[in-house]
């Protein structure tokens, strides 16, 4: 993101953003607020950490047509949902056969406000990608077709989760924006991330 395009995005010059990065000025209370809620960050994370250090956590951001896959998907609503999701479809590959299976995983929208504000639950949804050939006994499989997705990676997704994961969703939102790009949920998984140490990110893209 230039100067400039923060400068319009605050409502403010681009002087006065040249002045933040060089410290030769502080934004005050408002407009630090604002930069929390546009950079998805505390009022520490923007005044006493390394945000130069947070960006660098991303790379290879791009445009990739992801192949038509097969795969079996599993959710769970609970208060930690992703490793339960994520297990299950590991144990179905093991059982299969498939010691290192790829799989992926995304956030699981049938959650009632019930079970979101009473309760602190959310929902997850994993996947495993089958291999050519690979049919799990009584699990019902899905197709999806090749599709154009924006993607990113980020190298440690877990140092700071709340941030660095959430941030790489706007990120990507903002360059599909700048490049003219579409998000699109017709006939293909919207977005979804991959399990491991690392993790890239894909939004689906018209």
Not at 55 to 75: D, G, M, Q, W
């Amino acid at each position: 993101m230039t100067q400039e395009d923060l400068a319009e995005k605050m409502n403010i010059t681009r002087q006065t953003v040249s002045k933040w990065e060089l410290d030769m000025a502080q934004p005050e209370m408002d407009k630090a607020i604002e930069l929390c809620r546009l950079f998805n960050c505390s009022l520490d994370n923007l005044f006493r950490d390394d945000m130069v250090l947070c960006s660098e956590a991303y790379t290879n951001l791009r445009i990739e047509t992801v192949p038509a896959f097969r795969y079996i998907k599993y959710a769970v609503i609970s208060a930690e949902p992703e490793s339960d999701a994520i297990d299950r479809v590991r144990s179905i590959a093991h059982k299969c056969g498939v010691d290192n299976p790829r799989v992926i995983g995304w956030d699981f929208p049938n959650v009632s406000q019930e079970q979101i504000n009473v309760f602190n639950m959310h929902g997850y949804e994993a996947a495993w990608i089958l291999p050519d050939g690979t049919v799990p006994p009584d699990t019902g499989i899905h197709e999806q077709a090749a599709h154009k997705y924006a993607a990113i990676h980020i190298g440690e997704p877990f140092g700071n989760p709340f941030v660095s994961i959430p941030n790489a969703y706007k990120t990507l939102m903002e360059y599909m924006r700048v490049n003219g790009l579409e998000h699109t949920d017709k006939n293909v998984i919207p977005c979804f991330e991959t399990d491991g140490e690392s993790m890239d990110i894909y939004i689906a893209c018209k």
